[in-house]
Each structure stands twice: as C-alpha cells, then as structure tokens.
C-alpha cells in the first residue's frame, strides 16, 4: 500500500536523507520560504475540503492541521 497523502494535498515528498542538512544556518532561509509556501498550500486545502460537494472528510481535515501544525512549529524552531 503506497503513502498518496502528498498527491492528494498537492504536495511534493521531500527526501531529506539526499539533501544536504536542511537545518543549516546557510539554507535555513530557503527552508523558511518552503515552510511558508507549503503552510499557505495546506490551508488553502483546508478550507477547500469543507466546501467539496461529497461533504467533509474529518481524517484529511485533521491530517492538514496537523500538518500545519507541524511546519508552524518548525519554523518557530528555525527563527531562534
């Protein structure tokens, strides 16, 4: 069984193991900017997922907030 989360948030999964250290102060910017796009990307689907026509899926609206959640936090972590 295969993770679809991303596609079906519009995501792109990021595999971090062959990047060089995403917490490097040098590219801590650029990973700012990533964070915020994918938070604005995320709450946008959020607000979209209530008004589809086949109703609310509780599982994905929880799934975004805490994917939210979660960059939020990073970010908090990347400003100090």
Known sequence: MSDNSYHVLGMHKCDYR???N???WCRSAKL???LVAEIQ???QRLANIGAEETGID???QQTCKEMIH???QL???LQR
Do not use: F, G
Request: net charge negative.
């Open 32 to 34: 700012r900017e990533q």
């Open 22 to 24: 995403p917490l490097d």
């Open 41 to 43: 990307v995320l709450e």
């Open 75 to 77: 970010y908090l972590q």
């Open 70 to 72: 979660s960059r939020q």
């Open 58 to 60: 509780y599982s994905l």
């Open 18 to 20: 062959q990047a060089d």
